[in-house]
């Protein structure tokens, strides 16, 4: 792997991101509805002190127009200024972006670590009682949406056992490893709702990419050469088969995104999902454009992080 081939994939990502913000900008400038809607019809605030504001914001400009003067003004370091939190927008998305970053990244990590294991035993396995159980929950697991779990695990957790506080609370007393302990309960749930969701699809995926690198001739070479069966699942078999399945991973993270907002609604994490949410109710566009392109941002990372696990997954892959 490369600093060249790094610098270049760097290089590729800003056509990518250009092209994005002027969509979202056009749909978001185009959309109805009007942010300073509120203070047309409060009779407190006189008629000069709106048309400064609208003047004030550019918000008569044309779109192009405000679309430049918008993207100077983000290479420059200044996102916008919030119109209902009063307050700049890099700075509300800098308070609620680790939330979100800490929830998904959890949730990937579960997702994986139950994906990789029963997709791996089910192909070792195909068409026996444990393959057929995993592959039913798994058709359970990505059939239900995150808001129905969601609620069902706090049907049960929450209401019903009482082990979990079903309400994210940023505002916790405790110090030391009582903090963490009480982090940990109220992440339990989120985190699963996400983990399991999109652990569910990948199991299958994982199976049958499996089954398709366990029949190729190299895996029966090795096996005649007298290597262990455990061995050559480990060693030859899967390292293969995730090469794949790290496509995949990547190319599902606009879903998961899209199940972050959901989850975090329901179980009220502020992260920049539920910061979306409120600012779209709210007409705040500002934050709005800033939260879309932040996302759009996280997927095209990932997606390089998934090109550089590419080379770590196979040498063979030679980038130049």
């Not at 092209?19 to 509805?33: E, H």
């Not at 916008?80 to 972006?97: A, E, H, M, P, Y």
């Not at 078999?237 to 399945?245: E, G, H, K, T």
């Not at 990372?301 to 997954?313: K, T, V």
């Amino acid at each position: 792997m490369s600093a060249a081939y790094l610098l270049r994939r760097l290089l590729l990502a800003l056509p990518a991101l250009f092209g994005i913000s002027i969509v979202l900008f056009t749909v978001l400038a185009l959309a109805p509805g009007d942010p300073f809607g509120d203070l047309a019809t409060n009779p407190n605030v006189p008629p000069e002190v709106r048309l400064a504001l609208r003047a004030k914001f550019g918000l008569d400009d044309p779109v192009w127009q405000r679309y430049i003067h918008w993207l100077m003004a983000m290479l420059r370091g200044d996102w916008g200024f919030s119109f209902v939190s009063r307050v700049d927008v890099d700075r509300l998305i800098l308070q609620r972006l680790p939330s979100t970053i800490a929830v998904i990244g959890a949730a990937q990590i579960v997702a994986i670590l139950v994906a990789v294991p029963v997709g791996v035993l089910a192909a070792t396995r195909p068409y026996s009682l444990f393959d057929q159980i995993a592959n039913s929950l798994a058709f359970i697991g990505f059939s239900l949406p995150t808001f129905f779990t969601g609620l069902l695990l706090i049907l049960i957790f929450s209401v019903n056992l009482g082990w979990l506080p079903f309400v994210y609370n940023t505002d916790l007393k405790e110090t030391g490893l009582a903090w963490w302990g009480a982090q940990f309960r109220q992440s339990v749930m989120p985190v699963m709702v996400l983990g399991l969701f999109q652990g569910a699809s990948l199991v299958r995926f994982v199976r049958s990419s499996v089954l398709d690198v366990i029949r190729l001739d190299y895996v029966t070479t090795a096996r005649s050469k007298g290597i262990g069966e455990r061995r050559v699942i480990t060693r030859h078999v899967v390292r293969n088969a995730m090469i794949p399945v790290v496509t995949l991973v990547a190319l599902q993270l606009p879903a998961v995104f899209s199940g972050a907002i959901v989850t975090e609604q329901i179980f009220r994490v502020p992260g920049i999902g539920s910061l979306l949410i409120a600012s779209i109710l709210a007409n705040d566009t500002p934050v709005v454009m800033a939260v879309s392109f932040v996302f759009a941002a996280l997927v095209i990372l990932f997606n390089l992080i998934a090109d550089i696990i590419y080379g770590w997954l196979d040498p063979r892959i030679a980038y130049r």
